[in-house]
T-cell receptor, first 111, second 110 residues
Framework: GENVEQHPSTLSVQEGDSAVIKCTYS??????FPWYKQELGKRPQLIID?????GEKKDQRIAVTLNKTAKHFSLHITETQPEDSAVYFC??????????FGTGTSLTVIP | DAGVIQSPRHEVTEMGQEVTLRCKPI?????LFWYRQTMMRGLELLIY????????DSGMPEDRFSAKMPNASFSTLKIQPSEPRDSAVYFC????????FGPGTRLTVL
């Protein structure tokens, strides 16, 4: 089955700096890659996603890139703010079928 | 759209009792997932359904856990008998390509 690895497990950045979280996957059939943000005590919330026919997608301060050849994808957050502090999960899926999650990255933005 | 609805939001019970968690998926979604989240084990997939049919229950920890989906708008996860190690947050999620999570049920087994 699919195996998703996520790095780093913890990340601290100064407010205003950029943060990058990286994930790799093993199954070349995976074609949908969502990212979730989970604040303390809350549910994971879908923040951005990308499909395998696209190399990059941006939404304001967040962006996701995908390298199908290398089987890795990354989340980029620019101009970080304290409210970006949360746990971020990447996932891989074959179009809405079973979702395979990474182990999460705890991001702390230091004011 | 109300999103995925779960009940109860919090459940405290004693070891040996039966616990039933409930989920109403987003209308029109054809996949439903049950996850368990703990600090030690992270987010674990327990079981998922497609069009009300269980597809993969390999994540269900043991026979004490069972899940049903009698129709497209309702699913239950039952633990009988419950044990302290079952204490966790249980999330239901539904998808039609994109997956959305419910608010979760925080279960504490004393």
């Amino acid at each position: 089955g699919e195996n998703v690895e996520q790095h780093p497990s913890t990340l601290s950045v100064q407010e205003g700096d950029s943060a990058v979280i990286k994930c790799t996957y093993s199954d070349s059939a995976s074609n949908y890659f969502p990212w979730y943000k989970q604040e303390l005590g809350k549910r994971p919330q879908l923040i951005i996603d990308i499909r395998s026919n696209v190399g990059e997608k941006k939404d304001q301060r967040i962006a996701v890139t995908l390298n199908k050849t290398a089987k890795h994808f990354s989340l980029h957050i620019t101009e970080t703010q304290p409210e970006d502090s949360a746990v971020y999960f990447c996932a891989a899926s074959i179009t809405g079928n079973q979702f395979y999650f990474g182990t999460g990255t705890s991001l702390t933005v230091i004011p | 759209d109300a999103g995925v609805i779960q009940s109860p939001r919090h459940e405290v019970t004693e070891m040996g009792q039966e616990v039933t968690l409930r989920c109403k998926p987003i209308s029109g979604h054809d996949y439903l997932f049950w996850y368990r989240q703990t600090m030690m084990r992270g987010l674990e997939l327990l079981i998922y359904f497609n069009n009300n049919v269980p597809i993969d229950d390999s994540g269900m920890p043991e026979d004490r856990f069972s899940a049903k989906m009698p129709n497209a708008s309702f699913s239950t996860l039952k633990i009988q008998p419950s044990e302290p190690r079952d204490s966790a947050v249980y999330f239901c999620a539904s998808s039609r390509q994109k997956q959305y999570f419910g608010p979760g049920t925080r279960l504490t087994v004393l």
